[in-house]
């Protein structure tokens, strides 16, 4: 009965921890270059994808001849066709962010050929320096948060007239993160004499917070 007893103490004692996950709700992003950016006939992206798939058209020599540009859904190509830019790229992206001359946009997928894309500004142009900073709400990409955001940032040539180009482009395979709060990523990128400076990608380092 003393067993008995001890035994039912121990089981109404009992007590089931459910431990929090604290996921992030922001990416804070900082690109090194080699030289200043420059937002006059260059664009720099920041592509995200919750699937290890991730692909983004490539700096020559590695382009894909059917779709060797690097335009945002929505865009006409000048070269190859507009469906091969889907099929091989813009299927893949969760969204991106683009910085131009207006500021920081962020646009959310999918993108669907046929579908108008609706971009949305979150950030002003800093001081021009070698370094880009930016924080993103992660709300204004994915719809539902994954465990983990796989990324590129990519720099484009762009010219008022003729191709759109990318220059660079992060090669390193652990360029993904984890989306639990204090999560941090920092990928190298070699320096290439044959980029311009402005174009030309050292460092990306990602937070989330």
């Known amino acids: 009965m003393i067993l008995f007893n001890c035994l039912i103490f121990s089981f109404g004692c009992a007590r089931t921890v459910t431990q929090i ?3 992030g709700k922001q990416m804070t992003v900082e690109v090194t270059l080699r030289g200043t950016w420059e937002v006059e006939s260059s664009r720099y992206y920041l592509v995200l994808s919750n699937s290890s798939d ?3 058209p490539l700096p020559p020599p590695q382009q894909l001849p059917e779709a060797p540009e690097f335009i945002e859904p929505g865009m006409t190509p000048q070269l190859g066709s507009t469906e091969a830019y889907y ?6 992206w969760a969204g991106y962010v683009v910085m131009e001359n207006g500021g920081f946009f962020a646009a ?14 979150f950030a002003n142009l800093k001081e021009a320096s070698n370094k880009i900073t930016f924080t993103l709400d992660l709300s204004q990409i994915f719809d539902t948060l994954p465990d983990t955001i796989y990324f590129d940032f990519v720099t484009v040539d762009w010219p008022d007239s003729g191709p759109k180009i990318p220059q660079d482009h992060l090669t390193s395979t652990n360029a993904y993160i984890s989306t639990l709060s204090g999560s941090s990523q920092s990928v190298d990128d070699p320096e290439e004499e044959g980029v311009s400076a402005p174009l030309n990608i050292l460092n990306c380092r990602v937070v989330i917070q």
């Open 87 to 92: 099929r091989n790229f813009f299927s893949s």
């Open 21 to 23: 996950v604290p996921y």
């Open 54 to 56: 991730l692909r983004v």
């Open 108 to 121: 959310k997928g999918p993108f669907i050929q046929g579908q108008v894309v609706s971009r949305e500004v």
